[in-house]
């Protein structure tokens, strides 16, 4: 596997997908383990369907950016490391998408997108609507995992010195040089 850079879209893509996603899934954890007023357990609970009803798009998106800036030489011909790499990272896009897909599925009411707009909800069935909620609850937790792991990978590659961040801030490849 081989990765042809950190375009701004990428960027912003990735650094849009870690507030979403951190976000959602520290306040979601908080409110349904802590003894919160019910008012702000509704609170975050319609803004983290809102704001997550409005990210689908822009996580497709950052999917086909990531599947169109990499390219696959084929899985024998990986190393080791590309190996871990590559599967780190799908794991982390097929949880995000089970966890929006079943975000969606486990919805008991109508998705409502901030008073804008109105979704109709999928499912009326009772015992469907538990199976993904259920599912939605596993995958979150999974997510977590693989997050706390991403960024674990992260500090490990700053630690030795192969600047990682760097090459994922909104700094320009030039700029970055002449920084060093």
Not at 13 to 37: D, N, R
Not at 153 to 166: F, Q
Request: include cysteine; glycine fraction near 4%.
């Amino acid at each position: 596997m081989t990765v042809s850079g950190y375009s701004r879209q990428r960027v912003w893509l990735h650094w849009l997908s870690a507030v979403v996603i951190i976000w959602t899934l520290a306040s979601g954890f908080y409110v349904a383990s802590v003894q919160v007023p019910a008012q702000l357990k509704q609170t975050v609970a319609f803004f983290n369907v809102s704001l997550t009803t409005v990210f689908i798009p822009f996580f497709i998106w950052r999917f086909f950016a990531f599947i169109s800036h990499t390219k696959l030489r084929g899985v024998i011909h990986l190393s080791r490391v590309e190996g871990r790499v590559l599967l780190a990272h799908l794991s982390i896009y097929i949880t995000v998408s089970v966890v929006l897909v079943t975000g969606v599925l486990m919805m008991d009411r109508p998705i409502d997108v901030f008073g804008v707009v109105e979704i109709a909800q999928p499912l009326t069935q009772p015992a469907f609507i538990q199976l993904f909620f259920t599912i939605h609850i596993w995958a979150c937790v999974l997510l977590s995992l693989l997050v706390a792991l991403h960024v674990g990978a992260v500090i490990v590659h700053e630690v030795c010195n192969h600047r990682v961040l760097r090459r994922m801030s909104f700094c320009s490849k030039r700029r970055n040089e002449h920084l060093e």
